[in-house]
Structure formats: structure tokens, C-alpha cells
């Protein structure tokens, strides 16, 4: 058998090979569903509107107040809040003073970022962006929220990008 008899055996072979391959791919595969009738889908799409409907007429009576309420219903929210009232009166003090504290540590971050507001807009109408500016900022990112941060930092790189800030640190600007 000489070369070129050999090439079109195992073309033919291969081709045999691939046929057989794609007959027991196409077995394996599950199969199709069969095709709906065209209105089927028109109906079920109807029925879940009428219910989705139906749910929304069912929230907007609910949440409808009625002006005509009995006088027990309002009472009984008026003895609600004294009680919450007594509540808060019988409170420890300490509960009140930890509250106290996240509201102050809330003001030194919202401080904290204004800051940080202050050093980036006065580097922008400064058009330069120091040494100093970086160290100054870098004090203050780590006690911000992300988004704080994040706030900071996009600030700083658009306005470097559109030229309105030129740094003059090396390494990263932040």
C-alpha cells in the first residue's frame, strides 16, 4: 500500500470515527421537548397576571388605612407606645451610653471624610497633587467606610485623568 492509499484510509477512518461519535453523542443527549401548542403559553402568561393582579389589589386594601378604625384599634396602638416609652425610660444607662458611642464614632467618620474631602479638592484647585497630600491621606483611609474611600480615591483618579491634577509623588498617588 503506498502513501497516498494509506492518507485516504485514514481520512476514511476518521470521518467513519466521527459519524459513529455524533450517532452516540445525538443517543445520549435528552431529547427535545415536543413544541407547545401556540396558545398555551398566551394562557399561562394570562393566568399568572391575573394572579399577580389579584396579589396587588390584595397589598394596596391592606395597606389602605381606614379612617373609620374603632376606638379599641387606637387604644390599643396608644398603649403600645407607652409601653415602648416605659421601655427606653427603664433602660440601663449603659446600653444608652454605647449608643451614645456609635453616634460619636458616625460624626468622626463623616469627620474624617470631610477631611479627606477637603485635602483632595484643595489638591484639584491646587492642580498638584504632593507628597504631602498622600501621607495627609493615608492618615485618614483607614478609619473611612469603603465607600467613603472608594469616593476618595475615584475623585483623585479622574481628576488626574482628565489633567485637572498632576502628582507629583512617586508610586501609587494614594
Known amino acids: 500500500m503506498n502513501a497516498s492509499n494509506r492518507k485516504l ?16 453523542v445525538g443517543r445520549w443527549l435528552p431529547k427535545p421537548a415536543p413544541p407547545q401548542a401556540p396558545g398555551s403559553d398566551l394562557t399561562a402568561l394570562l393566568a399568572e397576571l391575573r394572579s399577580t393582579r389579584q396579589q396587588q389589589a390584595e397589598t394596596l386594601a391592606m395597606l389602605r388605612m381606614d379612617r373609620s378604625a374603632p376606638a379599641a384599634a387606637t387604644a390599643l396602638d396608644t398603649e403600645e407606645l407607652r409601653k415602648v416609652v416605659r421601655s427606653e425610660l427603664m433602660r440601663p444607662e449603659e446600653e444608652k451610653r454605647a449608643e451614645n458611642a456609635d453616634e460619636d464614632a458616625l460624626r468622626m467618620v463623616k469627620s474624617q471624610y470631610d477631611d479627606g474631602l477637603t485635602i483632595v479638592r484643595s489638591a484639584i484647585q491646587a492642580r498638584r497633587w504632593t507628597q504631602s497630600d498622600k501621607e495627609r491621606l493615608r492618615q485618614i483611609m483607614p478609619t473611612l467606610t469603603a465607600d467613603q474611600r472608594r ?23 494614594f
Do not use: I, K, Y
Open 151 to 173: 469616593d476618595l480615591m475615584l475623585q483623585l483618579v479622574v481628576a488626574t485623568n482628565e489633567g485637572h491634577l498632576v502628582p507629583e509623588v512617586r508610586g501609587l498617588p
Open 9 to 24: 484510509v485514514v481520512w476514511f477512518a476518521s470521518g467513519c470515527l466521527f459519524v459513529a461519535l455524533g450517532v452516540a
